[in-house]
């Protein structure tokens, strides 16, 4: 009996293992049409822990993850006929050890977008990319949810071809918010992340 129980267990153990070795680098495909990947670790943040620039101080509201405009604030007007975007900034660093880079692709944002494809309200987000030597910028990517047309809080994404170099270079992720007026909802963003992704090609 002892060494059926012992049997079963090795059995166990073994199709554990099996599963982590075909499984253990991929996550779940959350995305519609991409598959996320844990190796290398993803970066991620809430839009709440972000800091909010100067600007925008008396414009904002946080609840929870959510980063968006209070109450009634919309954006300010600018003399170009746009407006300015109420802006957040988080900071994006190395969860990998030594110094070793991650091979990032996909930036991620989780948000809601109220009228969709029209511009009264929006939220854009930049990769962005600092040179130590200089603080020169540059920006790596950029996801706007006017090209995105699902209903109610969602993930959106854009894919990027850029090296991360954490030795000569910071990061941070740019969240830009727009309401153009009243008569829309507040666009909220709660989440950023940082990824490898691929296509999903297996048929469901």
Request: hydrophobic letters at 40%; charged letters at 15%.
């Amino acid at each position: 009996m002892k060494t059926a129980v012992n049997k079963v267990g090795k059995l166990a153990a073994l199709a554990l293992t099996l599963a982590s070795f075909t499984y253990g680098g991929q996550a779940a495909a959350d995305v519609a049409g991409r598959i996320e990947w844990n190796d290398p670790s993803p970066w991620t943040t809430l839009a709440s822990t972000c800091a909010v620039d100067e600007s925008g101080l008396k414009q904002y509201a946080f609840n929870y993850a959510d980063f968006y405009y209070l109450g009634s604030a919309v954006s300010t007007p600018n003399r170009k006929g746009g407006v300015f975007p109420l802006v957040g900034r988080c900071n994006v660093d190395n969860p990998l050890d030594a110094n070793v880079n991650p091979k990032w692709n996909t930036l991620i944002i989780g948000y809601m977008d109220p009228d969709l494809q029209k511009t009264a309200a929006s939220v854009v987000a930049r990769l962005i990319q600092v040179k130590r030597a200089t603080g020169a910028t540059s920006t790596l990517a950029i996801f706007n949810s006017n090209t995105n047309s699902t209903v109610g809080r969602t993930e959106g994404y854009v894919t990027f071809d850029a090296s991360f170099d954490f030795h000569n270079n910071a990061y941070f992720v740019q969240l830009e918010l727009v309401r153009a007026s009243t008569e829309v909802l507040s666009p909220i963003v709660y989440s950023a992340r940082l990824v490898d992704s691929s296509p999903d090609t297996v048929p469901k």
